[in-house]
């Protein structure tokens, strides 16, 4: 059967906060744009997002964007491009603006503006005293916004392919985009959808540890598309553990719980974090808060039988703060926990969170690749959101920070495509057609193998075991032999079941591949950077270093290759940041 | 413990059917685990599901008889043998996923945007925190489905009947204060069918995994059409 094709004049693939405040965008012009979504849209991630989104609108005390700058700066430990964080900070405080007058269900201050509240690594005054910046819908905030962004462009008519799986880009000989090969998941039918421009919006690849505060869906699709198509990923080994997920099953429990007052607790009963963090204490950066819970565990005072987790208490804010600004994870806790969080304390335990890395992007969501020695866009394609790496987060990601990244950089994405949505097609490339077709048909193969869900446990197991909070040379040298064995594996895994309607098996298989091409770019990347910084923390080289590696690693999947490029360190109109030691 | 769940292969079954299997729990499982236990034992086996944790809305599902999200019930709260079928009323495209195609028709019928006729102001439209309050119940609805496929009067008139999901949105934007466009709303419900087939039976309210409650929403939007009639 002849492969259906599809024509429109901009293709977004993921329909969570950044595709769809890009496809928003593009709306509002003549232009035709295609949303494809694996899922539902109002199923994507940022659903679960719980605490808020930052900017500096100053409702509670007062603030400013460059304040703001200056704590991510900070936060990333100086691996941020600065011109793109000026940008996003300056940016974030009209996007909030723009959402609320869209539609979002804010929490309010008595005098009816946006409630804000404290956040970690926020400060007022470059370094000052504890600011409150994150806009907040009750600890539901993620949800609010899907949904108003899913209504906004449902009233702008935006085309939906709803539950259609991306299966690869489609690549001309000289580089440019020309669209994706997507599969129908209802009816298992292939679709080549043609677009003058694509943008990459498919979220994070947090599945690919085995505890994980990610959905079952988030595999990294788009990241491991771009990686096949040629194009690196950059700074892959900074992912983020979120400090309190539920203990052993790693649900997430907002920062916003710390924000309104919570704290953390060892056996002892003791207040540890000012023990790590004297000023800011459990606001302190989540890269820090998250190395101190696992160090108390390790020195032998965690709490419960086996001493593995620590207690986040919150029950002294009282039911009414409780019920009020935080219902969502208080629900949670009693449902994956046990526990009712205005009465007792919560079991935490850091959790896979969030990459900081991805592919690689200017601030207008363009993506670059390195050519001779500078840098080049590749034509039609753009990237936004947790899959594409700006880089604004460098190498720890500020709390409030991720959904302000996907609004502003989805935003930035749609507008500047506007000019390329004039041009004509290019012409298909029928070989790169073919290519992705034999992505799809390998899946075809028959006979006894090993299984989708086998290979995929043992990976997300070798990947908690060898690239999570403290990694040292030995057990990442060691992890990288496994996790490249099980690479290999990969050829010797048989579908069992060939059919062709609504089959999660054969999704699962792909999205597996996906996985797999991420975890190898964490990996390979994180053992070569021999320094700690952000997130990546070493203790076999416990320092910063940056006259050696304050720069962007760059993973190309063909022979796992590594390469860098230097840090922007200068913004668009104020002064640099320089680095400095990073104390909270 | 025995798990008896409804196939349907389109490409080979005529009519859906009932398997069994044997999955062995463990403390704090829930459904959503032991259906992810089945499909490790059959790979063919279809459900939905992304977030396990209840706010995306994609595992919604019938399980002895009360539609419920898998991701957060307790299986030691179920009954064994645990039927899992899917939603009732729905056309059954592979096992327990359902096509929700009319469920979303119903939802973009109600116009759930915002709307406001007003220029924007510059910054954010005010609003008192007793004015957001009354989007408390409404605005935390995840589109899972468990009410309206819960509900006899969507079951016999999903074209005309909105059903609890739809009319719960419509409310959500009533009782919005930013609002500006409730005669319309208001017009668009007016008829025997789109919001008077409701008959309170409150299967909607029994089923929500948020806790909200689309009858007593239902209400408000009649005693609002009654207050402006008058």
Redesign the interface.
Known sequence: MALIKRRFDALIIGAGGAGLNAALQLARTEARVAVVSKVFPTRSHTVAAQGGVNAALGNVMPDSWHWHMFDTVKGSDYLGDQDAIEYMCREAIPTVYELEHNGVPFSRLDNGKIYQRAFGGQSQNFGGAQAARTCAAADRTGHAILHTLYQQNLRARTHFFDEYFAIDLIRDDEGAILGALVLEIETGEPLLIEAKATVLATGGFGQVFRTTSNAHINTGDGMAMALRAGIPLMDMEFFQFHPTGIAGKGMLITEGVRGEGGYLINKDGERFMERYAPNAKDLASRDVVSRAIVTEVKEGRGCGPNGDYVLLKLDHLGEEIISRRLPGIRETGKIFAGVDAAKEPLPVFPTAHYAMGGIPTDRFGRVITPAGTGEEVVPGLYAAGECACVSVHGANRLGGNSLLDILVFGRAAGLDMQEQLREHHRPMNEAGVEQAMARLERWDQKGEGIGVRELRDEFRKAMEDHAGVFRTEEIMTEGLQILRELRDKLSEVRLQDHSKVFNTARIEALELENLIDCGMAVAVSALARQESRGAHSRPDYPNRDDVNWMKHTLYYRDGDRLDYKPVKTRPLTVEPFPPKERVY | MQFLVSRF????DEKPWMQTFEVETWR?MMLRDALLEI??QD??F?????????????DGVNVNGTNRLAC?T?VSELKAPVEVRPFPGRPI???L?VD?SQF?RQY?AV????V?KDP?P????????E??EK?DGL??C??CGCCSTACPSFWWNPEKFHGPQALLTAWRFLA?S?DQAEQERLDALEGPYRLFRCHTIMNCVEVCPKGLNPTKAIGHIKQLMLKNAI
């Open positions: 292969n389109p490409e080979r704090g499909k490790r790979e063919s279809a459900f939905r599901h992304s977030c396990g944790e209840g706010v995306c809305g994609s957060i307790p495209i592979r096992d996923v929700m979303y973009r116009d759930p945007w915002l406001r924007m510059e910054q954010e439209i005010l609003q008192s925190p004015e957001r989007l605005y935390e995840i589109l919005d930013r």
